[in-house]
């Protein structure tokens, strides 16, 4: 039997490694991590194609990845490495780009087994070299639409298996579709924030309150009362502890009233001693005691056409109190040591930490003038009260406080959040305050920890901790801190909060165990 002749120049093909599997996921492994690790998507997709090229035994000549703009006027993504040359889709370009345009616009994967057949006269080159390609791309999908489009481009061989290579195209993209979710969510949710903080300015600027910060429900019962009254010119009495922002609330009444454009006059009865309260509130002509050598207008006068706020009015004494009732009643009033009776328009706002029933009841306080001010009574609620205000007035101070001592401070830890929310806060919104300022003052880096808080709050009963700690208990609460810290910035992803303490992921993870750290809340 004759036997079939074989060329001289023909050598059998050499059998493909067995290792080349292993080979190929593990390159996917590594693939996928470095896409955890990177928060920039397209320095993550340029590392990824990266490893494709250096570490691949399989014949990889040359990647390309296309994401294409989310909307009109944004650019494409892309990223090549190798023979694929990033080139724009919608211009001359090589047979890989036509190909991703062919996967971007079908949604389905498309293999070449032979670029110059497909397309002629554009084999690919290197070192002037002519090196003929197979191109096998895969659209890189969420939500069953293609979003991006991957293509790797090979060393031509007529016995290469495309249908694995495929297979292998296939998964790499659903790996990179994960990282292009994970970007565009990161992305989408930072166009959100600035919306709302666009949204957040247009309304302090027109808005009903342009001055309080707070959601809670207690807050939320103020604002309800401040919109109720603002608009007439009703007296309205603010009740309260010191320090819950009475003051504020006064000038977010007078800012939404017919009288915005005109004076917000703030006298402090508490400040002044009671023989200047009256020439403070009346004014005074040249020469009526003293040292009055020129006319003085009063607060009263000041203020006119627009609000008097009368801060811890129950300070007056109880012959101040009549002489200004008076005043309230007539509307007119004279300058010490005048005569000429002097008309006013003013709405009077006042305010006390005091309870004055019971000083009424000591004859500390007049009944009449009690009902003269107590028209419309808003209470305002302490802190204590308004636990879901308090990270947002703690972030609007840190705001506030870091730009006026210019420090580059940006946000407040977890652990010092929980101090914060757990201490009982019995100087409210100016402690608050005075504890954020101080925290900025102190801090050297760009996140306030719970150290930098006061003392006070450390060592509180109520905070949870305790005065007395060991060595060792003290280095587990910072390790711990910096865990949580960690964990914060990269928003749960352990692998990228690891990076961040320059640590490995096995020992970041063995120690969010040992702490008891649940870190999905960070997410």
């Given at each position: 039997?004759?036997?079939?002749?074989?060329p001289?120049?023909?050598?059998?093909?050499?059998?493909?490694?067995?290792h080349?599997?292993?080979?190929?996921?593990?390159?996917?492994?590594d693939?996928?991590?470095?896409?955890?690790e990177?928060?920039?998507?397209?320095?993550a997709?340029?590392?990824?194609?990266?490893?494709?090229?250096?570490?691949?035994?399989?014949?990889?000549q040359?990647?390309?990845v296309?994401v294409?703009?989310?909307?009109?006027?944004?650019g494409d993504?892309?990223?090549?490495?190798?023979?694929?040359a990033p080139?724009?889709?919608?211009?001359p370009?090589?047979?890989?780009?036509?190909?991703?345009?062919?996967?971007?616009?079908?949604?389905?994967?498309?293999?070449?087994?032979?670029?110059?057949?497909a397309?002629?006269r554009q084999?690919?080159s290197?070192?002037?070299?002519?090196?003929?390609l197979?191109?096998?791309?895969?659209?890189?999908?969420?939500?069953?639409?293609?979003?991006?489009?991957?293509?790797?481009?090979?060393?031509?061989?007529?016995?290469?298996?495309?249908?694995?290579a495929?297979?292998?195209?296939?998964?790499?993209?659903?790996?990179?579709?994960?990282a292009?979710?994970?970007?565009r969510?990161?992305?989408?949710?930072?166009?959100?924030?600035?919306?709302?903080?666009?949204?957040?300015?247009?309304?302090?600027e027109?808005?009903?309150f342009p001055?309080?910060?707070?959601?809670?429900?207690?807050?939320?019962e103020?604002?309800?009362?401040?919109a109720?009254?603002?608009?007439?010119?009703?007296?309205?009495?603010?009740?309260?502890?010191s320090?819950?922002?009475?003051?504020?609330?006064?000038?977010?009444?007078h800012?939404?009233?017919?009288?915005?454009?005109?004076?917000f006059?703030?006298?402090?009865?508490?400040a002044?001693?009671a023989?200047?309260?009256?020439?403070?509130?009346f004014?005074?002509?040249?020469?009526?005691?003293?040292?009055?050598?020129?006319?003085?207008k009063?607060?009263l006068?000041?203020?006119?056409?627009g609000?008097l706020?009368?801060?811890?009015?129950?300070?007056?004494?109880p012959?101040?109190?009549?002489?200004?009732l008076?005043v309230?009643?007539?509307?007119e009033?004279?300058?010490l040591?005048?005569?000429?009776t002097?008309?006013?328009?003013?709405?009077?706002?006042?305010?006390?930490?005091?309870?004055?029933?019971?000083?009424i009841a000591?004859?500390e306080?007049?009944e009449?003038?009690?009902?003269?001010?107590n028209?419309?009574?808003?209470?305002?609620?302490?802190l204590?009260?308004?636990?879901?205000?308090?990270?947002?007035?703690?972030?609007?101070?840190?705001?506030?406080?870091?730009?006026?001592?210019?420090?580059?401070?940006?946000?407040?830890?977890?652990?010092a959040?929980?101090?914060?929310?757990?201490?009982?806060?019995?100087?409210?919104?100016?402690?608050?305050?005075?504890?954020?300022?101080r925290?900025?003052?102190?801090?050297?880096?760009?996140?306030?920890?719970?150290?930098?808080?006061?003392?006070?709050?450390?060592?509180?009963?109520?905070s949870?901790?305790?005065?007395?700690?060991s060595l060792?208990?003290?280095?587990?609460?910072?390790?711990?801190d910096?865990?949580?810290?960690?964990l914060?910035?990269a928003?749960?992803?352990?692998?990228?909060?690891?990076?961040?303490?320059?640590?490995?992921r096995?020992?970041f993870?063995?120690?969010?165990?040992?702490?008891?750290?649940?870190?999905?809340?960070f997410?």
């Amino acid at each position: 039997m004759l036997q079939p002749s074989i060329p001289a120049h023909w050598t059998e093909p050499e059998p493909r490694t067995t290792h080349e599997e292993p080979r190929e996921l593990s390159i996917v492994r590594d693939i996928s991590q470095t896409l955890a690790e990177r928060p920039d998507l397209k320095a993550a997709l340029r590392q990824a194609l990266q490893t494709l090229a250096t570490q691949s035994a399989v014949g990889i000549q040359g990647a390309m990845v296309v994401v294409p703009g989310e909307r009109a006027g944004q650019g494409d993504l892309t990223v090549a490495e190798g023979t694929a040359a990033p080139r724009p889709r919608n211009g001359p370009g090589t047979a890989g780009v036509s190909v991703i345009d062919q996967v971007l616009q079908k949604g389905r994967p498309v293999v070449m087994p032979q670029v110059t057949r497909a397309v002629p006269r554009q084999p690919a080159s290197r070192a002037g070299v002519v090196c003929e390609l197979s191109i096998v791309a895969a659209p890189i999908l969420l939500g069953g639409r293609a979003v991006g489009a991957l293509s790797i481009e090979y060393a031509f061989d007529r016995d290469r298996d495309l249908h694995r290579a495929l297979s292998y195209v296939t998964l790499l993209a659903s790996t990179l579709s994960q990282a292009v979710g994970a970007s565009r969510r990161v992305t989408e949710r930072q166009r959100l924030s600035d919306e709302t903080s666009e949204l957040r300015n247009k309304m302090l600027e027109q808005a009903d309150f342009p001055r309080l910060v707070g959601t809670s429900a207690p807050l939320g019962e103020v604002q309800t009362q401040v919109a109720q009254v603002a608009s007439s010119d009703t007296t309205v009495m603010l009740r309260g502890e010191s320090g819950t922002g009475k003051g504020l609330i006064a000038q977010a009444i007078h800012h939404n009233s017919p009288r915005a454009k005109k004076p917000f006059v703030t006298v402090s009865c508490a400040a002044l001693p009671a023989d200047l309260i009256e020439s403070e509130l009346f004014g005074y002509e040249a020469g009526a005691f003293t040292g009055a050598q020129a006319t003085k207008k009063g607060r009263l006068e000041l203020a006119n056409g627009g609000t008097l706020f009368l801060d811890e009015v129950g300070e007056l004494t109880p012959a101040v109190q009549i002489k200004l009732l008076r005043v309230l009643q007539e509307r007119e009033f004279e300058r010490l040591g005048g005569t000429q009776t002097i008309a006013f328009n003013v709405r009077i706002l006042a305010a006390t930490n005091r309870n004055l029933e019971k000083a009424i009841a000591a004859g500390e306080f007049r009944e009449d003038f009690y009902y003269r001010l107590n028209v419309f009574s808003i209470f305002v609620p302490p802190l204590r009260d308004r636990k879901a205000d308090i990270l947002l007035l703690a972030d609007h101070f840190l705001e506030r406080f870091a730009r006026e001592h210019g420090k580059n401070v940006r946000r407040i830890s977890t652990p010092a959040i929980d101090m914060l929310a757990s201490y009982h806060w019995p100087g409210n919104v100016r402690e608050l305050s005075n504890a954020i300022e101080r925290a900025v003052v102190l801090c050297d880096g760009g996140v306030v920890h719970a150290h930098h808080l006061p003392p006070t709050l450390q060592t509180a009963e109520s905070s949870g901790t305790t005065a007395n700690q060991s060595l060792q208990e003290m280095v587990e609460a910072v390790e711990k801190d910096a865990l949580q810290d960690a964990l914060k910035q990269a928003r749960g992803n352990r692998a990228v909060a690891a990076r961040l303490l320059r640590t490995t992921r096995r020992i970041f993870n063995y120690k969010v165990r040992n702490y008891g750290i649940d870190w999905h809340r960070f997410e």
